[in-house]
């Protein structure tokens, strides 16, 4: 089955649990996430199923946009609510002016410290999994872009944000950092990304409404058609072709892509004058004028 999947993550369950539960309930072994979300958070989360993986290169790169909570008063070893406190306890809260004044520092191209409790690799392993063997772990700043920063209320020792941050930022390293500036710690206490790249929350679907539509199926059986929630050709089609390299070449040999020749190029998805190909030789994609106007449709692919 080949699909692109916008989800509403649960909290509780890991990215990968949700990659696991679409498999049983799709029986496709081939599902991939993007953009990783904490157990602790919810909300958009990209699924690629079956070919749809090799896609995985176009997406990943998008901003991401979130909102949720930061609690001030003290910091956690994972910048997050599911963590240890560390540091000193302060009963002392800032006020919305406090915070403002420390927002341009946490705004524009910055260097981030990605929190030590992460996927980041340290020598090709997860750092998460080092700290929690108490192993010293070094991190290294990376170079992020953090679009907006908006604070929208403060009461007590909560405040209310949203954010638009590039790929690789974490917003839990922005409810530190920012809580070590105001001099009273902080952490992340709820996390919710509403959009990720062109795909927003409005466009997904719940595990719950996956799993109800499977047990309406006889037997069970696996779910083989996901046309009712998986995003359509066109859809996926106008988020891909700007992120696609223009084709140089001329002429295309449209000859029907289930030949498997190898010596053809394959067109995925067509709409318009404009397709995405797949040159079979190099495995790389690119875009380029389809030979006749076309609607948007999904063409056959080349068998495996």
Known sequence: M??????????TFTSHDVVNRVRRLTGERSVGHLGTLDPMATGVLLLLLGRFTRLAQFFNDSCKTYEGEIRFGFATDTYDAEGEPVGAVSDRYPTLGDIHSHLP???????????????????GVAAYKLARKDKPVEMKPVQVQVHRFDIQSVWGDRARFVAEVSAGTYIRSLAHDLGQALGCGAHLSSLR????GEFNIARAVTLDQLTDYHAQLTNPSPITNLSEYALSDTEVLSVLLPFVPKNYHSGHNTTSSRSGCGKVEIPWFVRDFQALWESPASGLFHRAAFPQPKRAVFLPQRAN
């Open 105 to 123: 520092a946490l705004t524009g191209q910055i260097l981030q410290l990605p929190p030590v409790y992460s996927a980041k690799k340290i020598n």
């Open 2 to 11: 080949n699909a692109v999947l916008v989800l509403d993550k649960p909290a």
């Open 193 to 196: 990304r509403t959009q990720a």
